[in-house]
């Protein structure tokens, strides 16, 4: 393990502080990440806090540590905001499909989106509807312990009772006559003691389609439960790493504590981490509003917001170029500069490969790389490390203007960790350079097949065009 990783600081919701991150097990690490409800297709703002995990999930990994990632995919019990219909039997009703297809269908468009990013897939993800006995266990156990009621065949999580022995809404840090006020969800609040107080197990009206037996009723678990229940099973009552996007902070986090907390007297994970919003139009990107823009629709250019397409690493990168607790605005200009700046860290690394060295060295390239871990260990600060790269820029230029001098041991650290950044932690893709690679590669059989006919060696060039034919490259001789 290197050493660097005692300095990695993590910016806590919890605590509001930056913390030094030690793990509760040496070596290991437990992150639990909330998935996408699987009910659309997702768009870029939900791709940018699963984008700013996948850094999070490499950094520790790179780090040496065994981490497990756990990344659920919500698949029953996400309600429609001020209504009671479950958003996947909605859209099961809309399609006229079975609503696990319509879970399929979006969980596989998910992975096939967050692929072409070049996201890592998390060590387990688990669905809630695979884990209803879980909830339903936990739901006893809450009750058992006096801090939730079966109210006409639902339950609820009884805020007060919980509010007398512990703190409620600790990320948030609302009283419970605020989250009255706020409260939105007012579904069933005939059956609740309290206005505030929110479900763990919903009866099931007769046209509800997604629905269990349980002690209560024929129903659905409540959307705050699954993560409590699954990162419990798979993680234990204490974990390093909670993460989700700021909206989840309240009441979706808030309620998780609770649900977690009521039960082994201690809050569930250790670190909170909520990453800031992708914005359109300085508008938090949602679905639900129209303010929203799909990957592919950037991809193919096929929208009326941009210009022109751009490339999955473009995205990538432009997202990075914002720490994962600011807000992002999307727009044309925006993604035409980070192009821009993308090709030259693409040709920085072409200019790192073929940079000349000398015996000596007046360049310690020790200095650029603690300069990167420095950056990424300030609460895993992209920025920064992507204005290390810039500094990079400037050595190779001073370098090749004969101002600076670089032997082979210093050059090879610098191709290295490079390397190690952009491609291993960043996650970020060299392909355009693979593809100037294959056109080299292209220039060369055809200069030899020239030579060849210019020797009128026929039979060799012959084969050649043949065979670049086949692949569908067309060779015309003319004068
Ligand atoms: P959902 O499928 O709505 O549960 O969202 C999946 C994840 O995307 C959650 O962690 C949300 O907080 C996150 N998310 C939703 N909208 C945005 C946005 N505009 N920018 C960043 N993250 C978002
Ligand atoms: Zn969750």
Sequence with gaps: ???????LKIYNSLTSTKDIFSPINENLVGMY???????????????????????????????????????????VGHLEDDSDEDKISKRAKTEKIEPMEVVQKYTNEFHSILDLFNVLKPSIEPTASGHIIEQIEMIQEIIDKGYAYESNGSVYFDTNTFSKDFKYSKLSNRDLDNVINESRDLAGSNEKRNLQDFALWKKAEHKHIMKWKSPWSLGFPGWHLECSAMSRKYLGNKFDIHGGGLDLKFPHHDCEIAQNECLSNEVSANFWLHTNMLTLNGKKMSKSTGNSV???????????????????????????QAHYRNTIDLSNEA????EKTFEKIVQLKKDL??????DTSNIS????????????????????????????IKIINEIKSGKKKIDKENKDLLINYFSVFSTDILGLSFESEKNDNQNQILDILIE???KERENKNYIISDFIRDKLNSLGINIEDNK
């Design 1 to 7: 393990m290197l050493s660097s990783n005692k300095d």
């Design 33 to 75: 990440v909330c998935g996408p409800t699987v009910y659309n297709t997702v768009h870029l703002g939900n791709i940018r806090t699963f984008i700013s995990f996948d850094l999070i999930f490499r950094y520790l990994k790179h780090l040496g540590y065994n981490v497990r990632y756990v990344r659920n995919i919500t698949d």
């Design 294 to 320: 799909l990957a592919s629709e950037i991809f193919d250019g096929n929208n009326n917001i941009f210009s022109k397409s751009f490339s999955p690493m473009t995205l990538k990168f432009f997202m990075y």
């Design 335 to 338: 993604l035409l500069a980070s």
């Design 353 to 358: 490969d073929n940079l000349e060295t000398s």
């Design 365 to 392: 390239s020790q200095d650029w790389v603690d300069n990167c871990y420095k950056s990424i260990n300030d609460d895993f600060n992209s920025p920064k490390l992507i204005a290390n790269f810039f500094d990079l």
């Design 448 to 450: 030899l097949r020239d």
